[in-house]
């Protein structure tokens, strides 16, 4: 990576001294011009290379002689010894160390030197360092020549001396890291890859020393690729002179070129080299030549340009072809500078629009334009020059195509298809190029497909229809752009397969599609065809109509690809349904017609046989009976009277429920004031039976619900009539109310009375199994009381529970949605009692008995039962009044109580009632 940085950094330097030279080359085409320019640069390099080469070696002969003075005067000590401990050589700071001169210290003993703790530790250490071959280090404590402890740490270091070849070592006397001889690896290290560089070149190099005309003499130092170039040995090479290789004619060319280069201090030239004595192959010889210590030196780097200058023969001889077909091909090409000033035209342009190379020379390339073309092209060139003028604005990978329109030179019209790009140049865009293609014969018959596509299109959309074309073989599915969208999807949403398609298919359905498919697939059907639906985007299923057939074959015969139409028929299968629903429905309601006119036959006929019985009897025995006897059958006729009309009331008020006639008028009401009203109702009749009927004790709390009054009395009043005739004497009936569960109230009747089997339970509510049983007086029913509750409850969105058992009793409840009343009350409705008091004093005696008489009854009926419909009477009526006759208040407690009721706040209702009756004793108080 750091070799890839540093050719990418060396590359940089040498295109900008390039630059900077300001080297043009004309009279080449530009594939030349990027060659030469591409040589140029890397001889640059090589120079580069060549002079950080030079300066490399004269630093390290620098680096050796103040290698030694860095050993002498390095501020830490370094001993060299033999393996029995005599010192080969110090430095100053060690013989500073031991406090005597550093000349007397040759062949010495360093053992006298040591301290006697440090000896053993020291022998220790020095042979490790032999045997293994490997640096040590310890503490160790020497002696110095004033009898002084010196305490220091050793770093041994055994190495092989390279003149006697005899294992010495080192001893390096710091406390530290020594900072210079790291430098001195570092210095060693980059010398060992300047010699990796100069020696796996892919260039030969030779150094020489020069004469004094600066012709090469003999070599100094070659690598191996010029070794390879030379076919010789490097020792074969460096005993030989320049001239001993090169042949007469070569030494000539050499000679004349030394001026230039003597002159100079480099070159660049080419010539042909005999290799072998065979083969001329071209070299090019970038030379330099410099001082070395006042030594001529001479460094040439040769490169093998066999491939460069094949490349140069293929460019030539492309650039011809390019050439010819610039003259020939049936676009045109223009070329422009960044100002859009035109620099090329092919000469097709005369034979696609009749007007000449030089025509467009002259006027420009928005020579024959329509005027729509050109603002085309103006807006392309505004919106150009500020996108350009972005630093992230990519020239090189900018392409756009585009249509405008030429007008020939005879008058026709021509449309152009045109792919411009830019030329780049050393990263730098220096030109736009434009390809125009004829294509007027395209777009001719583009714009009749687009009309025939229109028209296919607007009778699809009308029909609803969608087509799909199924390439069988490589199994790729394509579709009209309105089949997802019966399906509810965006145009381009999706992207289905055949598999999608497939698996939206109605489970139902499935099986069915699947069996139409395989059968035409297998020829045993013409055609695919299956009504089936597909699920939608919402997850719904619509219908659809599907039909196709196989358009292609293998040459096997095999099926290849399908094509097919599909439509919309949700509407039809709807209707059908819809039929089949309405014939269901009119089935079940003749069904039960019938069995209503059964009911009817049947109910109404025993009440008359009793009635037409008795009469008979009554008329042929009417002389003959008693008195008594005759208020008998005078009684039983009106008991038979009575059954016929309750049961005519409820036929009529269950078939008014069947034909939806009966009127659902929905309000918020107490549910205590309506069982207070029915106990207050059966009271009597259930004390004449010998029954307690009862309310609970936590009846009085306001459950409230919005439903219709009249049905939930109804259900009420045939819950208790009920309760009353199934209770025998001395029995007891609860009616009470309480919350429920998930926000509801529940309304229940008790009793202790005779109770219902279970498995007749659900009888109690079939029209077409009317049940019917004797009270405990012999009371008769007409089996359509639970049915009329069951129905009202339904259409309350209420629910009917029953818990019964044979000889226990019965429970009969129902539940409706609570609404909730919590909210902050306001205290005051009125303000000044006293205030208001005194303006209604001051009113008519006619408009004071009104309000005494009529709206004050209106407020007492309301204030008893909160309907809703009896307060917004009560409020509209107050709030007239008040407006009418400029009573303020009263309009403001018109307007609270309106609103109270609108949000079913029972509270605040509760709170200005109280406040009005107060009011109204109060003004009476003082009037009357």
């Not at 041994?156 to 390279?162: A, C, G, Q």
């Not at 210590?293 to 093998?304: C, K, L, N, T």
């Not at 077909?325 to 045109?332: D, G, S, W």
């Not at 129905?791 to 409840?813: H, R």
């Amino acid at each position: 990576m750091a070799n890839k940085d540093k050719s990418a950094e060396l590359r940089a330097k040498a295109e900008k001294v390039y630059q900077q030279k300001n080297v043009k080359i004309t009279e080449a085409p530009d594939e030349v011009k990027a060659l030469l320019e591409e040589l140029s640069i890397h001889q640059i390099e090589l120079e580069m290379q060549n002079e950080e080469l030079l300066n490399a070696q004269t630093k390290l002969e620098k680096e050796k002689e103040k290698f030694q003075k860095l050993y002498d005067y390095a501020p830490v000590g370094y001993i060299t010894i033999n393996q029995t401990g005599n010192i080969i050589d110090l430095n100053y700071q060690a013989a500073e160390l031991f406090g005597k001169p550093r000349e007397v210290f040759n062949f010495n003993s360093i053992f006298p030197f040591l301290h006697k703790d440090s000896k053993t530790d020291f022998r220790l250490m020095l042979r490790e360092a032999y045997e293994q071959r490997q640096k040590t280090s310890s503490s160790i404590a020497f002696i110095n020549s004033k009898g002084s402890i010196v305490h220091t740490k050793v770093n041994v270091i055994p190495f092989e001396d390279t003149g006697s070849g005899e294992i010495l070592v080192r001893l390096t006397i710091t406390d530290i890291v020594d900072e210079r001889m790291q430098y001195l690896r570092e210095l060693e290290e980059k010398e060992l890859k300047y010699a990796e560089i100069f020696n796996h070149s892919n260039d030969a190099i030779f150094l020489f020393n020069l004469d004094d005309y600066g012709r090469p003499l003999k070599f100094l130092e070659v690598n191996r690729k010029a070794c390879d170039l030379m076919n010789s040995s490097r020792e074969s090479l460096l005993k030989k002179n320049t001239s001993d290789i090169n042949t007469d004619e070569e030494m000539a060319f050499i000679t004349r070129s030394a001026k230039e280069i003597k002159r100079n201090g480099k070159g660049l030239f080419e010539m042909f080299y005999n290799h072998k004595g065979n083969d001329k192959i071209p070299l090019e010889i970038a030379y330099y030549s410099f001082d070395l210590q006042g030594e001529f030196i001479g460094m040439a780097v040769v490169s093998d340009i066999r491939k460069r200058k094949d490349s140069e023969a293929k460019i030539r001889e492309n650039e011809r072809k390019y050439r010819l077909l610039a003259e020939n091909i049936n676009e045109t090409i223009l070329l422009t500078d960044l100002d859009f000033n035109l620099i090329y035209v092919s000469p097709s342009i005369k034979r696609l629009t009749g007007s000449s190379q030089e025509e467009y020379y002259k006027k420009g390339f928005k020579h024959g334009l329509t005027n729509e073309s050109v603002k085309y092209v103006e807006n392309w060139i505004e919106n150009y020059l500020r996108e350009s003028a972005q630093e992230d604005f990519d020239f090189k990978n900018y392409s756009k195509v585009f249509q405008v329109d030429r007008y020939h030179k005879d008058g026709h019209l021509i449309n152009f298809e045109v792919s411009l790009s830019f030329l780049i140049e050393n990263g730098k865009p220096t030109g736009i190029i434009t390809i125009s293609r004829d294509i007027t014969d395209r777009v001719k018959a583009e714009r009749k497909i687009k009309e025939t596509n229109t028209r296919l299109q607007l009778a699809m959309e009308v029909g609803n229809l969608g087509w799909w074309d199924w390439d069988y073989e490589q199994n790729i599915l394509v579709t009209a752009d309105n089949k997802p969208g019966l399906l509810g999807y965006n145009p381009g949403e999706t992207n289905f397969t055949a598999q999608d398609y497939i698996d939206m298919i109605h489970p139902e359905d499935y099986d069915k599609a699947m069996n139409a498919m395989r059968k035409h697939l297998e020829g045993k059907a013409d055609r695919y065809e299956v009504e089936n639906r597909l699920r939608m985007k919402d997850g719904s299923y619509k219908w659809l109509y599907d039909m196709g057939r196989i358009v292609e074959y293998t040459d096997e015969g095999k099926p290849k690809r399908l094509m097919g139409v599909i439509f919309d028929i949700s509407d039809r299968k709807n209707a059908e349904l819809l039929i089949q629903n309405q014939n269901e429905e009119l089935k079940q309601l003749n069904a039960t017609k019938d069995k209503f006119f059964s009911i009817i036959a049947h109910d109404l006929k025993n009440p008359f046989n009793t009635i037409l019985g008795f009469t008979e009897e009554l008329i042929k025995k009417h002389d003959d009976l008693k008195s008594d006897d005759r208020k008998q059958i005078l009684k039983t006729l009106n008991e038979s009277a009575r059954q016929n009309y309750s049961l005519l009331q409820n036929l009529l008020v269950w078939s008014r429920m069947q034909s939806n006639r009966m009127p659902f008028n929905p309000e918020q009401i107490v549910l205590s004031e309506l069982i207070y009203d029915n106990y207050m109702l059966f009271e009597g009749t259930a004390n004449k039976k010998g029954i307690m009927l009862k309310m609970a004790e936590n009846t009085e709390q306001s459950c409230w619900v919005n439903a219709d009054r009249e049905m939930v009395n109804t259900v009420i009043r045939n819950l208790v009539s009920n309760a009353i005739k199934y209770t025998p004497e001395g029995g007891e009936i609860v009616l009470g109310c309480e919350p429920a569960e998930n926000d509801a109230v529940k309304v229940y009747v008790k009793d202790t009375g005779i109770g219902i089997k279970k498995h007749t339970i659900s009888k109690l509510f079939k029209i077409e199994e009317t049940f019917s049983t004797s009270g405990t007086s012999n009371e008769q029913g007409t089996g359509l009381g639970l049915i009329l509750v069951n129905e009202f409850l339904e259409k309350n969105n209420g629910e009917l529970l029953i818990d019964s058992k044979k000889g226990e009793g019965s429970t009969f409840a129902f539940t409706l949605k609570s609404v909730k009343t919590e909210r902050q009350c306001s205290m005051d409705c009125f303000g000044d009692f006293k205030l208001l008091s005194e303006k209604i004093e001051k009113l008519d005696e006619e408009v004071k008995q009104y309000f005494f008489n009529d709206i004050l009854s209106l407020f007492k009926i309301c204030y008893k039962s909160y309907s809703s419909r009896k307060v917004n009477t009560f409020s509209n009526e107050i709030i007239s009044f008040s407006q009418k006759y400029k009573v303020p208040e009263l309009e403001k407690f018109g307007a609270k109580i309106a609103e109270s009721m609108q949000q079913f706040d029972i509270n605040q209702l509760n709170i200005c009632f109280g406040e009005f009756e107060e009011l109204m004793d109060y003004v009476q108080k003082k009037i009357f």
